[in-house]
């Protein structure tokens, strides 16, 4: 027997609310107005097939500036070719003449939306019982789907309009006096970096952050040099780690939370002056990081649908306030035909999660070879990112790491080492500046650093960084050779 059988009945509709409905926006110049702005999803709210004509009609006449009215309505039906489907002329007077007079039309949208609502619930439990029997159907796709229609639905019957100015200015001056009480003027969420601060105030809410590099170069230990101390000052958060295992990722941590050990030290259990002992104690060092709320996933092959169903429900549970992802372009958006559509649907995907949730989601990016093979300092620009078209259009910020050691540099034009240092360049900022500046950084454990900041003792495994305080900010590089840098993304030595 087909489970299917016990559903066959009516989904839920009302034929007369929707009659009232259109009626009313043939009728009244406020009430079409009204309908229009609160029935966002068109033709798909009404059941009856001919209340979808006679709504795809009168969208259509508002559209091109035409009165709406019964007479109006008839002919763009007759010049559609749908006049006979709606029930004729005869039927479309009717509505005229029958419509609510003096009703509020805000009420009957808010239930036709309900139904609506409804009826995509019942549409979606029928294909997972379709799923629930089909041998070849995955498990995790089926969740991510219906975690994304759920959401879909739910996003649905939120029905706000436009506002005023006056309406919004009560809350932005209160977030403006909010902002001032802050030191440093950080309004969003903190990356552990003062110079890059100063110039995001955080990591802001609803943005799409791109950090983009060449492999090898930092990206993300320069995303988990902000992930951490954000998680302790009470900003949870989640990580989709598609490069790395979790194991990967939290030995990762530790080296960069103790800033004594390598990566591959770690792996290998390698403690020269105290052995196991000394192993034994890592556990005790790193109760920092047990306190800190970071949720990772490292789902292989992870899709965009999958990645914004998991995410909403770790914002609904979880209340995080950041997401990483590491890295773009190991998303996949199945279905999506070429390489380009498919990054599109992915970085337009990443920036609907960010605003739907409201949490910076900062997508880690890979650049194209493009940089190698330019003359120059081989500085990144916007032209380098991988199919840039879409990802440039759709991110917030973009951010490239450039580290002068990378292709072998030793010295800036003014004779400074440049060893240890990354230049932080903000290339795309919708709602800041575009500047650059230069950070501290260790690969060999991973660690990021203000120079100007005197408490940081660098690790003793590697050199000092050099103090250029006076160089902070864009320079000029004096280019010597190009010979690729000696670590890897994962800060381990690259053969």
């Not at 598609?242 to 792996?267: F, H, P």
């Not at 005197?454 to 000029?476: I, L």
Request: proline content about 5%.
């Amino acid at each position: 027997m087909n489970p299917l059988d016990n559903f066959s009945h009516l989904p839920q509709n009302s034929d007369e609310l929707e009659r009232a409905v259109l009626g009313i926006m043939l009728t009244s110049d406020a009430g079409l107005r009204d309908a229009l702005t609160l029935l966002k999803n068109g033709e798909k709210i009404f059941y009856t097939p001919a209340h979808r004509y006679l709504f795809n009609a009168i969208q259509a006449l508002r559209t091109e500036g035409i009165t709406v009215d019964n007479l109006t309505v008839s002919q763009r039906l007759a010049k559609d070719g749908t006049l006979r489907s709606t029930g004729g002329a005869g039927y479309v007077n009717k509505l005229y003449t029958h419509a609510p007079r003096g009703r509020a039309i805000g009420d009957y949208c808010q239930f036709l939306l309900q139904l609506t609502a409804k009826r995509q619930i019942g549409e979606l439990f029928q294909e997972l019982l379709k799923g629930s029997i089909d041998p070849t159907s995955d498990v995790q796709e089926m969740m991510a789907q219906a975690y994304t229609r759920i959401h879909t639905i739910q996003q649905s019957l939120h029905t706000s309009g436009p506002i005023t100015v006056a309406d919004m200015l009560e809350q932005v001056a209160t977030e403006i006096e909010q902002a001032a009480q802050k030191a440093g003027g950080i309004t969003g969420v903190p990356c552990g970096l003062a110079a890059v601060d100063d110039v995001s105030g955080g990591w802001q809410p609803s943005d799409l952050i791109i950090i983009a590099a060449r492999p090898g170069v930092g990206k993300t230990s320069f995303a988990l040099a902000g992930a951490v101390p954000a998680a302790r000052s009470g900003y949870p958060g989640a990580i989709f780690n598609l490069e790395m295992s979790n194991t990967q990722m939290v030995r990762k941590m530790i080296a960069t939370e103790l800033g004594e050990y390598t990566t591959s030290q770690l792996q290998k259990g390698y403690f020269p002056s105290g052995g196991l002992e000394e192993a034994k104690t890592i556990r005790h060092r790193t109760q920092g990081l047990r306190n800190a709320q970071i949720y990772i996933n490292d789902t292989p092959g992870l899709s965009i649908s999958e990645f914004r169903a998991h995410a909403a429900k770790l914002k609904a549970e979880h209340n995080i306030q950041w997401i990483i992802v590491d890295y773009l372009q190991l998303m996949t958006a199945p279905g999506k035909g070429t390489r380009e559509q498919e990054i599109a649907a992915i970085s337009r995907g990443l920036k609907l999660t960010a605003k739907e949730l409201n949490v910076p989601v900062l997508a880690l990016s890979q650049l194209s070879r493009a940089v190698e093979t330019r003359g120059g300092e081989k500085k990144p620009m916007l032209s380098d990112l991988r199919e840039s078209g879409s990802i440039e259009q759709d991110a917030d910020v973009v951010v490239f790491l450039y580290r002068a050691e990378y292709y072998g540099v030793k010295e800036d034009e003014v004779g400074d080492s440049v060893a240890d240092t990354t230049d932080v360049i903000f290339a795309k900022h919708r709602n800041g500046p575009l500047k650059e500046v230069t950070v501290g950084s260790t690969m060999k454990n991973g660690r990021y650093f203000d120079l100007e900041d005197a408490s940081f003792t660098p690790p003793v495994t590697v050199p000092t960084p050099a103090p250029a305080a006076e160089h902070f900010g864009p320079r000029k590089i004096a280019l010597r050779t190009s010979t690729p840098s000696e670590f890897s993304d994962a800060g381990e030595p690259v053969d």
